[in-house]
């Protein structure tokens, strides 16, 4: 592996597992502003780097299509042609104070990112990896959001006015964190699922050493309590009725 692939392997993971957790208590509006730009400035990075290997000759990289590569282009051109048409260009293509995430900028972010990350993605350990970074960031979101639940942070930092009591790192309120909790204890539940498969599948086979197939349990428990943990999470904002 060269240095720009390590380089860009680097920022791929980097990003995935630290832009769900990113904000800045400076700006009027912490999160979904803050995400964007993290994400304007890390995506055309890997995209420059990328390129940069094809100028050097690097015989080694191919570009890899997949069967959501047309719709994802059609949405964005449609998206575009929409803002172009728009009565208000400005805001449709860059947002406007409070509601960023809907402007095409936003939307060709991301677009760019799910086609770095399609590409960069050569094995099914390497999916895993990506899984594993994406769920150990929520882990420590879910913590975040345990605290404000409880009122935790008023506790915490009494003199420090930007800290908003239902804070979280993913936005504002805590009905942003159920949407995505919700999304990710699917997820947790079913890389938890064939995590488990895998494992005995190993175990059965007689291809695993004692201490790897340890480590393996080791794992299994931690994601079994942070599924535990995400599910009572949801369920005590339920109860609380923090959100409708």
Known sequence: MSKIDKIIEFLIKGLIFVLPLFFLPWTNEFFEFNKQRLLFLIVPLIAFLTLLKIFKGDKKFFFKSAHLDIPAVTFLVVVGLSSIFSIDKFSSFFGYYGRFSDAWIGWFGCILFYFVISNFVSSKKCITSI?????????????FSFFS?????????????????????????????????????????????????????????????????????????FWAMILFLSLAFLECLKKENKFK
């Open 131 to 143: 899984i594993e970074l994406l769920l150990y960031s929520y882990s420590i979101i879910l913590i």
């Open 149 to 221: 639940l409880f009122n935790l942070w008023e506790k915490i930092f009494i003199n420090l006015k930007f800290v908003p009591i239902s804070f979280n790192p993913i936005g504002g309120s805590l009905e942003w964190m159920a949407v995505y909790g919700s999304i990710m204890t699917v997820l947790l539940f079913a890389f938890l699922f064939l995590r488990s498969r895998e494992g005995e599948s190993h175990y059965n086979e007689k291809r695993i050493e004692k201490r790897k197939f340890l480590g393996l349990l080791l794992q299994k428990i």
